[in-house]
């Protein structure tokens, strides 16, 4: 049986430690404040918006929510994303995506102030990422996966690790985190040849494929670190990863359950951010 890597844990540890920030800068005078930014009515977009906001109100982060229309025109989003950006009280930006099929999505992302970027959206926030530079913040689920390391004290430093998916939210960036943190990395993706193979050659695995139950036991071999960020529903209403957690438990060494995994701690990587965010500025005021 698998260890777990549960992400309850982590997220009390960052919980407790974001707090601590958030009233050094009461203090001081500055409450760190989110603003969410949602257009139409995504019942996704919506219920992440209340874990969101409910994580942030525990953490003393402030959140001011902007609910426009589906039918919102690009100039109007533009409009507000740049009000945001002047608004000094306003430390953090969340944008949610996609946006409607008549919004054109990288114009609209790429105005957003990289330093107000806190879920790693833009082009510059990306290029950070890929820098290994301070510019932006990078995206949350990659973070969160990095959090998940680092809380149960996973050494990557030389490890073969394998990130399944190339997307800009999740896989491309992780990748570029775990090479950060000197392992050696292979990305695949839907062309890749003998996908199962390359896995069980891995030592760590970041699987973000976007299926449900693709990864099964003939791509995992004993000792692995199996981290899922994939959420599906299933017909009967149940979550599950892109990982097969019954394959995964009776191989693996550790691996992270979905839900109650890398989910769990994404949020918290949100509010962090905003947290630093709202530090930066107090410090650039000095």
Do not use: W
């Not at 099929?101 to 990289?114: C, E, F, G, S, Y």
């Amino acid at each position: 049986m698998a260890h777990l890597l549960k992400g309850a844990p982590v997220v009390e540890a960052m919980n407790e430690a974001i707090g601590r920030e958030a009233a050094m800068l009461k203090e001081c005078g500055v409450i760190p404040a989110l603003a969410i930014v949602r257009v139409g009515e995504r019942e996704d977009d919506i219920s992440y918006e209340r874990g969101a906001t409910k994580r942030c109100e525990k953490a003393g982060v402030e959140v001011r929510s902007i609910a426009l229309a589906a039918d919102t025109s690009q100039d109007d989003l533009i409009r507000v994303i740049e009000e945001l950006n002047r608004d000094e009280k306003v430390h953090g930006v969340l944008l949610f995506r996609p946006l409607p099929k008549h919004i054109d999505d990288d114009a609209v992302r790429n105005v957003l102030a990289p330093e107000k970027d806190v879920d790693g959206i833009t082009d510059l926030s990306l290029a950070g990422v890929f820098a290994n530079t301070d510019t932006g913040y990078s995206p949350c689920t990659p973070q969160a996966c990095m959090e998940i390391f680092e809380h149960y004290g996973i050494d990557l430093k030389g490890k073969k690790a394998v990130v399944i998916g190339r997307s800009l939210v999740v896989g491309k960036p992780a990748a570029m985190m775990l090479l950060a943190r000197n392992a050696t990395v292979t990305v695949c993706h839907t062309r890749t040849a003998d996908m199962p193979a390359i896995c069980r050659e891995a030592e760590v695995l970041i699987v973000s494929a976007g299926r449900a139950g693709i990864l099964d036991k003939s791509y995992l071999a004993p000792g692995q670190i199996v981290i899922d960020v994939g959420i599906h529903v299933k017909e009967d209403g149940s979550l599950c990863g892109d990982v097969k957690f019954e394959d995964a438990d009776a191989i693996a060494e550790a691996v992270t359950p979905v839900p109650g995994g890398v989910g769990t701690v994404t949020t918290s990587v949100l509010v962090k951010h905003v947290v630093e965010a709202a530090k930066k500025r107090v410090e650039a005021a000095k």
